[in-house]
């Protein structure tokens, strides 16, 4: 049965903790109520899972604290039926298991959209117990989230939308990890009508590809951004980077586009980053290594988009010309709470230098992960907590604004 019963408070001020806490070992269920009620938290133990999510339905603990190995049924099981209920209490993972165990684990949570405080390795400490429960304040419910359906353009209509400016850019910036100084701004390509979104990139841009508009939507997007580059930025030296899929380096028409588009708006080509998305799916025959050459030799740079994942992008940094390596954002999330995810941007960083190329780390989303980025030599960042994707006139206002800073 389950052990429930309050404890006194006052160890965390203003606070209302009450831990759940699924544990096998009875051992350590009661040596965790007894932390639990050294800082002032209400405490309930569960030693079986079906005890253990009546509790997360009944009681509304505000913190969990889950062990990975338990007899019948696992963690990452736990992890799952929690996101599946839409749980909104704040998990603390403990185990005895190996580290990156531990950090596959938080990843996982992560993934199933929990709120995750951090693991603790067995045993730990009251200290460390206590930290992890400061992670919040309150205790919140069950939160259940039904899913909007999202209706798939069709082909006609994504072919309307671009002829009538309804898919244009908008612009995220990028900024010096050394500094904090305004280097540039991606271009990301957005379908609104009316200031009404009408999908997310996620579908248009794909149907793109499936019906043989992505070169359009490429010069669509490329056009507009060089425009408001060459209109506002005349004086100034920042970026702007593209992208481009791999199915546009068939032939060099993307690329000459873009070129003329250059000399038209009066923007130096050595100003432009072509973002090659997908680029292990290029196909060494295809002629793609003749299309980058040109446009490397034309002054523009090219970054490799979201380096670490998906295709063979070790393969492809070596057979083509780029010049930036942008590192995937699954790492970046990572990087203060796993070392597997340190020692890869450690290992992409040191390599980017020994090649004579830059990084950029996309999906920044605090201070404390800008400043590791800094310390280890990243050359520049973008994200949330630098700035989120701003129309074309917010984007000029703020970097107005951080010129005068």
């Known amino acids: 049965m389950t052990d429930l019963r309050s404890e006194p408070k006052g160890q965390i001020s203003g606070s209302h903790l009450r831990l759940l806490i699924l544990d096998d070992d009875p051992l350590v269920g009661e040596m965790v109520r007894m932390m639990a009620a050294s800082i002032g938290a209400e405490s309930a133990y569960c030693r079986t899972a079906d005890e253990f999510f009546t509790q997360v339905s009944d009681w509304e603990p505000s913190h969990i604290l889950l062990d990975l190995v338990m007899p019948g049924i696992d963690g990452v099981e736990v992890i799952q039926r929690l996101g599946e209920v839409g749980c909104q209490a704040i998990l603390i993972i403990v185990s005895g298991v190996d580290r990156r165990v531990l950090d596959a684990a938080q990843r996982s949570a992560r993934q199933h959209l929990l709120r995750l405080a951090g693991a603790l390795s067995k045993p730990f400490s009251r200290g460390a117990l206590a930290t992890l429960l400061e992670t919040g304040n309150t205790a919140p419910k069950l939160r259940l989230v ?32 050394s500094d904090g100084s305004l280097i540039g701004y991606e271009a990301l390509a957005r379908w609104t009508r009316e200031e009404t979104t009408i999908c997310g990139p996620d579908i248009f841009v794909p149907l793109a590809e499936r019906t043989g508009q992505a070169a359009r939507l490429t010069d669509v997007i490329a056009d507009r951004s060089l425009a408001w580059l060459g209109g506002n930025f005349a004086a100034l030296p920042h970026s702007v980077a593209i992208n481009i899929p791999a199915q546009c380096l068939k032939d060099d028409h993307s690329v000459r586009a873009i070129a003329d588009a250059c000399s038209r708006y009066g923007v130096a ?33 090219l970054s490799i988009d979201d380096f670490g994942v998906g295709y063979s992008s070790l393969v492809q940094l070596a057979r083509m ?7 995937d954002r699954s790492f970046v999330a990572e990087l203060c709470h796993s070392s597997e995810a340190q020692a890869i941007i450690a290992a992409i960083i040191g390599m980017s230098v020994g090649l004579g190329m830059t990084t950029v780390a996309e999906g920044v989303e605090d201070l404390d992960t800008y400043m590791r980025l800094r310390e280890m030599g990243c050359y520049a960042a973008q994200g949330y907590f630098i700035g989120r994707p701003m129309p074309s006139s917010r984007a000029v206002a703020w970097s107005d604004l951080t010129l005068r800073q």
């Open 269 to 301: 080509p050595e100003r432009v980053v072509l973002e090659v998305t997908e680029s292990g799916a290029i196909d060494p025959d295809s002629g793609a290594l003749d299309v980058l050459t040109r446009a490397r030799l034309i002054g523009m740079k």
């Open 321 to 327: 010309p780029f010049s930036e390596i942008k590192i």
């Open 146 to 177: 039904a899913a909007s359906p999202v209706s798939t353009p069709s082909s006609h209509e994504l072919a309307h939308a671009l002829s009538e400016g309804e898919i244009a850019p908008v612009f995220q910036p990028k900024v010096r990890c």
